[in-house]
Nanobody, 123 residues
Framework: VQLVESGGGLVQPGGSLRLSCAAS????????MTWFRQLPGKEREFVAA????????LHADSVKGRFTISRDNGKNTVNLEMNKLKFEDTAVYYC?????????????????WGQGTQVTVSS
């Protein structure tokens, strides 16, 4: 399993970023995909998930209405469009894959993690 996140950077409050995750080593279309983030000094937390067919999505309350998860099963990628960014969105963002929808929110259900991509919201 390989998960490579990209697209992070420095952005001002109110700005936008688009994160991407390239997945390999497993049958991408069979897995639900998720985004997590880890704020400095905090536990890794769930951000968003998308079903394997791209029909169902779930976003954490803290990002609902600002972030949008999407996927491309032809390219084995999952994206996170982030708008109206806030200081508190500063974190390292990680993508991951889950077979069961019931597992998507729980960090301990995931065995492999990529390096993540740093998002810094600062003026």
């Amino acid at each position: 399993v390989q998960l490579v996140e990209s697209g992070g950077g420095l952005v001002q409050p109110g700005g936008s970023l688009r994160l991407s995750c390239a997945a390999s080593g497993f049958t991408f279309k069979d897995y639900h995909m998720t985004w997590f983030r880890q704020l400095p000094g905090k536990e890794r937390e769930f951000v968003a998930a998308i079903g394997n067919l791209g029909i169902s999505t779930l976003h954490a309350d803290s990002v609902k209405g600002r972030f949008t998860i999407s996927r491309d099963n032809g390219k084995n990628t999952v994206n996170l469009e982030m708008n109206k960014l806030k200081f508190e969105d500063t974190a390292v963002y990680y993508c991951n894959a889950a077979r069961r929808w019931s597992d998507i929110r729980t960090v301990n259900n995931y065995k492999y993690w990529g390096q993540g991509t740093q998002v810094t919201v600062s003026s």
